[in-house]
């Protein structure tokens, strides 16, 4: 079994291998929200990068946050 997305009570965590699966996920669920009169809060949203040598960014509108843990 494969995780795409963590769903919580009102957070939403995208799941990707690469950096372009992680880009159009991120402009798929915005383009959504925004079908329905939502948005994504960019001084909420934040992008945690594991075990990756990727460094270019995912962007909407601009760079997201680096996280540099979670818990």
């Known amino acids: ?3 795409d997305d963590l769903d919580f009570a009102n ?3 995208l799941l990707s291998h ?3 699966q992680m880009q159009k ?3 798929s669920v915005a383009a959504a929200s925004a079908a329905v009169g939502l948005n994504i809060h960019k001084g909420k949203s ?3 990068q594991h075990n990756t040598a990727c460094t270019n960014r995912i ?3 601009g ?3 680096d996280a540099k ?3």
């Open 46 to 48: 934040k992008i945690l």
């Open 25 to 27: 996920k991120t402009i």
């Open 63 to 65: 760079d997201f946050e």
């Open 69 to 71: 843990s979670f818990t």
């Open 11 to 13: 957070d939403l965590t």
């Open 18 to 20: 690469t950096q372009q």
């Open 1 to 3: 079994m494969q995780l």
């Open 59 to 61: 962007t909407l509108c």
